[in-house]
Nanobody, 118 residues
């Protein structure tokens, strides 16, 4: 599985962005796709995840502001970021977890920078 992330940028506090994560390759094996972020000096953290069945889960810090969704026909997962805050500034990464014959693999896309100016 290969992932291509895009959509980051510079936005003012209170603004919005949409991140995209396009998957290619053995997409049939994907069990979930998630968005993670890593701010300078901090550990990478889970932001939101969507399973192959469509269930979603969010970090408490983004609930009500971010929405993860998918377009199965395009093998693309989106992360809508609304009401952005300065503390949302980070490099955002998408991750695909796949399972084939019981072997679980994680694949990462390249990061996309989100910078929120206050």
């Amino acid at each position: 599985v290969q992932l291509q992330a895009s959509g980051g940028g510079l936005v003012q506090a209170g603004g919005s962005l949409t991140l995209s994560c396009a998957a290619a390759g053995s997409t049939f094996a994907i069990t979930s796709i998630g968005w993670y972020r890593q701010a300078p000096g901090k550990q990478r953290e889970l932001v939101a995840v969507i399973s192959s069945g469509g269930s979603t889960n969010y970090a408490d810090s983004v609930k009500g502001r971010f929405t993860i969704s998918r377009d199965s026909a395009k093998n693309t997962v989106y992360l809508q970021l609304n009401s952005l805050k300065a503390e949302d500034t980070a490099v955002y990464y998408c991750n695909a977890r796949s399972s084939v014959h019981g072997v679980v693999r994680d694949r990462w896309g390249q990061g996309t920078q989100v910078t929120v100016s206050s």
